[in-house]
C-alpha cells in the first residue's frame, strides 16, 4: 500500500513539473522570437520577459567597459569607440550632404564618427548643410546626396586632415583651393536614378573613394599636416557625466536657431544618446534600415558671420585669426542628459578645434558619435534648452 501511494505522488509531481514549463500552444511568445527592433522599441518589455524572477544564484558582479582595446583593435580618434587595427592611419574622408527637404532622406549618415551642421548661405532662411566625416567610409554602403562645399567648410575639414568630398562651389572658394593641405573630390561620385533632379542624385557607392585616391595620387593616410588626435575622451570605466559642473543643465529636449529646416535633438536617458529631427519628422537613414541618428555628444559653437555677397554666400569664422577683441566663441557642451558653457579656440586650418569649461580645462568627450553646429554668434542666444 505505501510503494502505491509513493507511485501516486510522485505521478503527481511529475504532472505539476510539466504543467509548470507550458507548451509551444501556449499565448505567450517565447523570449526568442523578439526581434532586435522589438527589443530597441521596450527595452524594459524585453527584460522582463528574458530574466526569470527570480533566482537561485547570487547576480554576477557588473563588469565595467574595458579601456583596453581588443586584440587587433584600436581606439577611432573621431568617436574614441574600438575599430579595426588597419584603419589606425587611415585618413577620415568629409562628405558635404545636402540638407533641403528635396533631397532626403539621406544615406549613410547614422553611420558618419562626426556631423557638422553649418549655415550654408545667409538666403534660404539660412538653409544649412551636413558635413559628414567617416574614418571607415569603406564599410558605407552608400553616402550622400553630395552638394557643393563653402569656405566654413574648407577652413574646417583640414583639422581632422580629411579629404573633402563635394560637388563643386562658387568662386569664393578658389584660395582655400590653393591651400597645400586641402586635399578634395569634387563631382566624382556616382549617380543614382532616385527620380529626382540632377542635383540631388550624386553619392559616394562603396569603391567611388578608393577610386578617387587612385585618380589623384592624394595619400590615403595620415599626412604631414596631421596634428594628432583631435577630441579628449574621457575613459569608458569613468565617464563624464557633468556632474562635477554645479552650473551644469539638465536638457532634454535642445532646439537650435537654424530657421529654414527648425532642428531639434531630444535625449533618450535608456540610450544616453540624442536623437535628432528636423523638417518636423525624425532624421533617419535611408541607407540603414531608416535608423534614426542620434549622438553621444553635441558641440553647440557660435562663430562670426562674414557676408562675401548679396547672394547669400558667407563664411563662419573657425579660426582665432580672424577673431579681435571683445569678439566671442561661446558654446555648449551637451551629453547625458546635460549642459555646460563652453568656449573655444581654434589655431589655424589644421589645428583640431578645443573646448574649454569654465574653469579654463578642455572637456572631455565621451565615447561615442558627435554633432556640432556652427552658427552665427548673433544666434547663439536664441538656443533653446528644455
Not at 552650473?247 to 529636449?253: D, F, G, H, R
Not at 537650435?256 to 535628432?276: A, D, K, Q, R, S
Not at 540603414?288 to 547672394?311: M, P, T, Y
Not at 569649461?357 to 548673433?378: C, F, H, Q, R, W
Request: overall charge negative.
Amino acid at each position: 500500500m505505501k510503494k502505491k501511494m509513493l507511485l501516486l505522488m510522485l505521478g503527481l509531481s511529475v504532472m505539476l513539473v510539466f504543467a509548470g514549463c507550458g507548451s509551444k500552444d501556449d499565448d505567450e511568445e517565447p523570449t526568442e522570437a523578439v526581434t532586435v527592433e522589438a527589443a530597441a522599441q521596450a527595452p524594459a518589455m524585453v527584460m522582463q520577459e528574458v530574466q526569470p524572477e527570480a533566482s537561485p544564484v547570487e547576480d554576477a558582479p557588473v563588469q565595467e567597459e574595458s579601456d583596453v582595446p581588443p586584440d587587433g583593435m584600436v581606439a577611432n580618434p573621431l568617436t574614441g569607440e574600438w575599430i579595426d587595427a588597419s584603419l589606425e592611419d587611415q585618413r577620415p574622408i568629409a562628405v558635404m550632404i545636402d540638407d533641403e527637404k528635396k533631397a532626403l532622406p539621406h544615406f549613410g549618415v547614422s553611420e558618419a564618427d562626426v556631423i557638422y551642421e553649418i549655415m550654408n548661405s545667409t538666403q534660404n532662411d539660412g538653409v544649412t548643410r551636413f558635413m559628414a566625416l567617416f574614418k571607415d567610409y569603406n564599410s558605407v554602403k552608400q553616402i550622400g546626396s553630395i552638394r557643393s562645399t563653402r569656405p566654413t567648410n574648407l577652413q574646417t575639414a583640414p583639422e581632422w586632415n580629411a579629404v573633402l568630398c563635394h560637388d563643386g562651389g562658387p568662386f569664393w572658394n578658389d584660395s582655400f583651393y590653393k591651400n597645400p593641405f586641402v586635399d578634395r573630390f569634387s563631382g566624382t561620385f556616382s549617380r543614382v536614378d532616385n527620380g529626382k533632379a540632377r542635383e540631388f542624385t550624386e553619392y559616394a557607392l562603396q569603391g567611388d573613394v578608393d577610386k578617387n585616391f587612385k585618380n589623384t595620387g592624394f595619400s590615403k593616410t595620415y599626412n604631414d599636416y596631421y596634428r594628432g588626435d583631435h577630441y579628449n575622451f574621457a575613459t569608458r570605466a569613468n565617464p563624464n557625466t557633468l556632474d562635477q559642473y554645479s552650473s551644469a543643465q539638465t536638457v532634454n529636449k535642445v532646439s537650435l536657431p537654424f530657421h529654414h529646416n527648425n532642428p531639434w535633438l531630444e535625449y533618450n536617458p535608456e540610450e544616453g544618446v540624442y536623437y535628432y529631427f528636423q523638417y518636423g519628422d525624425k532624421e533617419i537613414d535611408a541607407g540603414n534600415g531608416n535608423k534614426q541618428v542620434c549622438f553621444k555628444n553635441l558641440l553647440l559653437q557660435g562663430a562670426r558671420l562674414e557676408k562675401l555677397d548679396d547672394h547669400g554666400y558667407m563664411i563662419l569664422h573657425t579660426n582665432d585669426g580672424d577673431y579681435k577683441d571683445g569678439d566671442t566663441r561661446e558654446g555648449w557642451y551637451l551629453t547625458n542628459g546635460k549642459a555646460i558653457k563652453v568656449s573655444w579656440t581654434k589655431m589655424d586650418d589644421t589645428y583640431p578645434t578645443r573646448y574649454y569649461d569654465e574653469n579654463g580645462d578642455e572637456i572631455k568627450l565621451n565615447v561615442g558619435k558627435t554633432y556640432v553646429a556652427i552658427m552665427p554668434s548673433s544666434d547663439f542666444g536664441d538656443i533653446k534648452f528644455e
